[in-house]
C-alpha cells in the first residue's frame, strides 16, 4: 500500500462545476499537508497548505480529517484553467531531526466547456 | 527572483553514455530535492540535501546514480551507465527548509535509446 494514496481519475467536469478530492495518508505521524499543481510537461506548483482548521484561498478549499487520515481538496466553480493534476503532498518525520516531503501520484481534473 | 534553474532541459542519449544533470537552487534555501516522474511511478524523491549535505537519499535506484552538492548554489545528479529505464523527467527542487513548501525547476526530459 503506498503511504499517500490518490484517485488518478480522470474526473471530467463541466464549467461552473464543484468538485472534490480525496487523499489519504497511511502514518500517523504526518505533521504537514500541501496541495500542489501540475500542468500537463510542467512542474508542480504550490497550491495551498492545508491547516488543521481548515482553510480556503478564493474558489478551492482544503480539509484535514486527522482521525481518518485524510485531506480533501474543493473546488467551487470550475474554470476551464483548473484542468490539471492535483498532487497531494504530506510531510512526516523522517529521524528525530529531519522529515520528509511525501507526493501522491496525482488526481487528473478536466474542466469541459 | 529567479527561480530554481536546471539544466539541459532535454537530453537525449544513449545507452552506456554518462548523463549529468545540474541545479541551481534559489538563493537562500537550505534544502534541495531531485525527483524523478513518470507515467507509471509518478513523482518519486530520488534524494534530498539539506545544507549542502545529503540527508535522505533512500531512493535513489541503484549505484548507477549518485547526486553531488558542492555548494549552496549548485547540485548535480550523474547516471552512468544510463539505461532505457532512466528515461524520464527529472526535477530539482528546493526550499527554505524540508518542511517548508518546494519550489521545482522546469525539469529535464531525459530520454535513453
Known amino acids: 500500500r503506498k503511504e499517500v494514496e490518490q484517485d488518478p481519475g480522470p474526473f471530467n467536469v463541466p464549467e461552473g462545476a464543484t468538485v472534490a478530492f480525496n487523499c489519504t495518508y497511511s502514518n500517523s505521524a504526518s505533521q504537514s499537508f500541501f496541495w500542489y499543481r501540475q500542468d500537463c510537461r510542467k512542474e508542480p506548483k504550490l497550491l495551498m497548505s492545508v491547516y488543521s482548521s481548515g482553510n480556503e484561498d478564493g474558489r478551492f478549499t482544503a480539509q484535514l480529517n486527522r482521525a481518518s487520515q485524510y485531506i480533501s481538496l474543493l473546488i467551487r466553480d470550475s474554470k476551464l484553467s483548473d484542468s490539471a493534476t492535483y498532487l497531494c503532498v504530506v510531510l512526516r518525520p523522517l529521524s528525530y531531526n529531519t522529515d520528509k516531503l511525501i507526493f501522491g501520484t496525482g488526481t487528473r481534473l478536466q474542466v469541459f466547456p | 527572483d529567479a527561480g530554481v534553474i536546471q539544466s539541459p532541459r532535454h537530453e537525449v542519449t544513449e545507452m552506456g553514455q554518462e548523463v549529468t544533470l545540474r541545479c541551481k537552487p534559489i538563493s537562500g534555501h537550505n534544502s534541495l530535492f531531485w525527483y524523478r516522474q513518470t507515467m507509471m511511478r509518478g513523482l518519486e524523491l530520488l534524494i534530498y540535501f539539506n545544507n549542502n549535505v545529503p540527508i535522505d537519499d533512500s531512493g535513489m535506484p541503484e549505484d548507477r546514480f549518485s547526486a553531488k552538492m558542492p555548494n549552496a548554489s549548485f547540485s548535480t545528479l550523474k547516471i552512468q551507465p544510463s539505461e532505457p529505464r532512466d528515461s524520464a523527467v527529472y526535477f530539482c527542487?528546493?526550499?527554505?527548509?524540508?518542511?517548508?513548501?518546494?519550489?521545482f525547476g522546469d525539469g529535464t526530459r531525459l530520454s535513453i535509446l
Open positions: 527542487a528546493s526550499s527554505l527548509a524540508a518542511n517548508q513548501p518546494q519550489h
